[in-house]
C-alpha cells in the first residue's frame, strides 16, 4: 500500500513517531491560531493557505507518497515555514 505515514512508522520506528507527532501537534496549534485570528492581510491569507497545503499533503500522504518529491516535500516545508511566521507575527503583536 501507498501510505507514507504507515511507512514512517514501520521503518523509523518510535523516533520518528515522535518527530511525527511534534509536526502534528505544530500544524494543529497554528491551524487554531490562523482559524481564530481572522486575519484577512496578506500574512493571514499565506498562512491559511499554508494550512489548506499541509492538510491536502496530510490526506494525500495516506494514498500515495507525495513528500517523497523534493519539489513536494520544499512546498510542504515553505508552508510549515508560512505558518511559523504568522506565529511570530501574532505574538509580536
Known sequence: ???DWL???MTGGVPLILLLAAVLYFVISQARNVVSARDRSEDGLC???ALVWAVQMAI???FDYP???PAMAGLAV???VWLNNF???QLAR
Request: positive net charge.
Open 1 to 3: 500500500a501507498h501510505n
Open 7 to 9: 511507512e514512517v512508522v
Open 47 to 49: 498562512a491559511t493557505v
Open 60 to 62: 494525500a500522504s495516506f
Open 67 to 69: 513528500l517523497r518529491t
Open 78 to 80: 515553505l508552508g510549515l
Open 87 to 89: 506565529r511570530q507575527q
